[in-house]
């Protein structure tokens, strides 16, 4: 996309300078992950791409028609409504951001207006479809493999803290307190955080270190958490592998590790867990991010009284 800018007239390069001091900034003042900073540049190169091939020549000339002219042809290119709505805010902080640096003169992107994300529940197992596979996990784990007594805390941590996979594979050991039973977990945004986790994850964590993660330790290891057997630190690609793997073995649609933490949220609030708690818990800035677990329980909760109550 960057090349496609770049191959154009000389005053266009406005533009990539433009994007690069943007995505500094992110990087720099937000402390945004390298995932974010990779789907910001992405989106604002491609506006800058839409906006040289329909004639606008300088970052000045984008205006409000512009700007939803692209919002157009992103829908008649069939991509999803939360795409095109992450792409009208990437594009909203963009030009908010070109105004405070006096890149533009005033904000045309004030009364952008984007569709409205499709409410959409996430994959969650209940606890009849995931006791049978933590059974299974530490039947397999008996005979000391190293895989599977990795594959188990895995498996145990994911579920039984909540935490992303990202941040699970950035674990050192010295992030665990085995006394207290917590976790310090460096989540969006460089925010770090103390989650709590409970007996099985416990002994699954500690099987692992004391029996499992020996095997495959090398120099290379460090202090990393989890490892793959040559040593080397587990990286967010492999637990997918693994855990999508595990979950293979259940009756339900749940494929990888968010299905988890949606499950363990969910768990939470139907067992009585305070919205704000389960907030700091996942790590979440909004709570308005954690309220949609509870559109779960309610969902269940209707489905419940339908079934069971004579005049539902």
Not at 174 to 181: A, C, G, I, S
């Amino acid at each position: 996309m960057v090349s496609q800018i770049e191959g154009s007239a000389g005053h266009l390069t406005e533009f990539v300078q433009a994007a690069g001091h943007f995505e500094r900034y992110l990087a720099d003042e937000r402390n945004r992950s390298i995932h974010t900073l990779r789907a910001y540049r992405a989106d604002i190169n491609h506006l800058f791409v839409f906006a040289q091939q329909d004639g606008y020549a300088s970052l000045n000339e984008i205006d409000l028609s512009c700007l939803r002219a692209w919002l157009g042809s992103l829908d008649r290119a069939g991509l999803q409504r939360s795409t095109i709505a992450r792409r009208a805010a990437t594009v909203r902080s963009f030009m908010a951001w070109a105004v405070r640096e006096e890149l533009i003169a005033s904000n045309p992107a004030l009364r952008l207006r984007a569709p409205k994300r499709q409410s959409t529940l996430p994959d969650v197992l209940s606890t009849t479809q995931l006791n049978p596979l933590f059974d299974a996990v530490q039947v397999a784990s008996v005979g000391g493999n190293p895989s599977a007594l990795r594959d188990r805390a895995l498996l145990e941590l994911l579920y039984g803290t909540g935490v992303r996979v990202g941040e699970l594979v950035g674990l050192d050991i010295d992030h665990l307190d085995m006394d207290r039973r917590t976790l310090r977990v460096l989540g969006k945004g460089n925010k770090e955080r103390t989650v709590p986790y409970g007996v099985p994850t416990a002994t699954a964590v500690d099987d692992w270190l004391r029996r499992g993660r020996p095997q495959w330790a090398k120099p290379a290891s460090g202090r990393a958490l989890f490892t793959g057997p040559r040593g080397g630190r587990l990286d967010s690609r492999q637990a997918r592998a693994v855990i999508q793997r595990l979950l293979s073995q259940t009756d339900s649609n749940a494929n990888g590790p968010h299905s988890l933490r949606h499950s363990a949220a969910t768990h939470l609030l139907d067992g009585g867990a305070d919205l704000r708690a389960v907030q700091e818990l996942l790590g979440h800035r909004s709570l308005a991010t954690t309220q949609i677990y509870t559109h779960v329980s309610v969902d269940r909760l209707r489905r419940s009284y339908e079934q069971a109550h004579p005049r539902a």
